[in-house]
């Protein structure tokens, strides 16, 4: 069996519409579904269970995790549950939920001789100044500009210093987007936010810059469309020897402005754009160039193409916000 943690959420039904269309349906899900539309992403995919966030916990923490499991065994755990949140200010929140909980289930994994990929984040490379290569060496040196980015650091480094890096992968998800986030509210992609702008005005609003070095919706940022995210996510399940930290994202920097015309284009409506101010409790940690260094992913036997945003916003827009279709549909 493979646990998904997360797995109503973008990346999570991803993945397992991929181990679906491989054959795979021998998946427990876990998340929290609470008041949002997030059954909405479950309801078109193939799994043998589902659990919630606190009822799995508790089975981690009474050891009886073997007696959910048909026959006792466990294969793989894809933890990408957590808290996503970068402007989540309750800290001692993102501690529990996106270190404690995910240690804790790394050493489950590890006690069943499964394998254990996880969800970091490109929020720990902060400003970008020690770079955005995944090498593990330079974990120490990294200096996240939020605290969710710094949960996420904190579990990178535990791992580090426990010497588990050589059997578990963790990745380092870069500016995911696509369908089936829906339910993310203000942490949903520009794109999807955008078409709604679009459709509602004819008008995108983006943030002007605030350096004079970068003009305005010239910010750069790395984007991966989730469908890509969800393969190279997969191909750890395969190359079972591979552990460490791992980079997911497009290996290249996409602008605002770009980004913003591949949807007015996939929406068949002339570019209008406006630009407003950023607001001032975000300007000291805006991101203003993101990008994957990939050759590591690729070094590990990763070769399939990705998207580019024109193609990858194409399909979205077009094949599942017009017709209002989930990933699996």
């Known amino acids: 069996m493979i ?5 109503a959420g973008l990346i999570g039904s991803a993945v397992i519409q991929r181990l679906n269309q491989i054959g ?3 998946i427990l899900v876990v998340d929290h579904l609470g008041l949002t539309d997030k059954w909405r992403n479950l309801s078109p995919l193939r799994f043998m269970d589902y659990l919630e966030k606190d009822a799995f916990e508790r089975l981690l923490d009474s050891s009886s995790l073997a007696g959910r499991l048909p026959g006792g065994k466990l294969d793989a755990v894809i933890h990408l549950g957590a808290c996503s949140a970068t402007t989540e200010p309750d800290a001692t929140y993102l501690i529990n939920n996106n270190f404690e909980y995910s240690r804790k289930l790394a050493l489950a994994a590890l006690s069943n001789d499964a394998r254990f990929i996880y969800a970091s984040s ?6 970008g100044e020690n770079g955005f290569a995944d090498d593990e060496e330079q974990l120490p040196l990294l200096r996240p500009m939020n605290m969710y980015g710094y949960s996420k650091q904190l579990f990178d480094l535990w791992a580090l210093r426990q010497r588990l890096l050589d059997k578990i992968v963790g990745i380092k998800y870069f500016n995911v987007y696509g369908p089936n986030e829906q339910h993310k509210g203000e942490m949903r992609s520009l794109v999807l936010k955008a078409y709604e702008q679009i459709g509602a005005t004819g008008t995108l609003k983006l ?3 605030h350096r004079p070095e970068y003009g305005d919706g010239e910010q750069l940022r790395d984007f991966v469309y989730v469908k890509d995210a969800a393969a190279m996510t997969l191909h750890f399940l395969k190359s079972y020897r591979t552990g460490g930290i ?6 290249t920097t996409v602008s605002w402005n770009r980004l913003a015309k591949a949807v007015f284009d996939a929406m068949d409506k002339p570019v209008s754009i406006e630009y407003i101010d950023m607001p001032e409790s975000i300007r000291n940690t805006y991101q ?3 990008c994957a260094d990939t050759s590591k992913i690729r070094a590990a036997g ?6 580019s945003v024109e193609e990858a916003v194409g399909d979205y827009i077009r094949n599942y916000l017009v017709p209002g279709k989930r990933l699996g549909d």
């Open 3 to 7: 646990i998904v943690t997360g797995g």
């Open 24 to 26: 795979r349906e021998d």
């Open 207 to 209: 943030f002007k810059s």
């Open 122 to 127: 490109a929020a720990t490379y902060g400003d």
């Open 302 to 307: 990763y070769t399939d193409a990705v998207s």
């Open 246 to 251: 791992f980079n997911v994202g497009g290996g």
């Open 288 to 290: 203003y160039r993101t």
